[in-house]
Every structure is written in structure tokens, then in C-alpha cells.
């Protein structure tokens, strides 16, 4: 029987054509950001921090949201 984590997480998968993205929460607040490319299996964009509830998704994640964008060109 599986052990309950002390610190469960949620994520979040974005399967676009050019790319591959996860972002994985914790309960702790921390955070993992990436961006991989499927055409040769680079990390466009790959990222550790803290969300603070008092900065809004958009913001804490914008270059994530950028990598996203610049890929799809």
C-alpha cells in the first residue's frame, strides 16, 4: 500500500506540435517549469521557484508562456 506524501503535487500537461510542458505543484508552493522540444528532445525552457500567493500565474510563469509562444513559430 502506497505511503501518503508529507508534500502531495498536482500537474498540469500541454501537448502542442512542436513541444511538450508540464508544470508540477507542490503543496509546499514550489513549483517545476518545463519546456521540451519533440523535435530533438532540448529543454527550450526549464525552471525551479516558490509561487508566492501574491503574485498572480500570469506573472510567475510568463517566460513559460513565452517559450510556449516562441516555439509554436
Known amino acids: 500500500m502506497a505511503v501518503p506524501s508529507s508534500n502531495p503535487s498536482a500537474y498540469v500537461d500541454i501537448d502542442a506540435p512542436n513541444v511538450v ?4 505543484f507542490w503543496n509546499s508552493g514550489d513549483y517545476h517549469a518545463e519546456v521540451l522540444s519533440k523535435g530533438t528532445g532540448d529543454n527550450i ?7 508566492e500567493s501574491n503574485v498572480s500565474l500570469d506573472d510567475e510563469f510568463a517566460e513559460f508562456f513565452e517559450s510556449l509562444n ?3 513559430k
Open 21 to 24: 510542458a508540464r508544470i508540477t
Open 70 to 72: 516562441q516555439a509554436r
Open 45 to 51: 525552457y526549464a525552471s525551479l521557484g516558490h509561487f
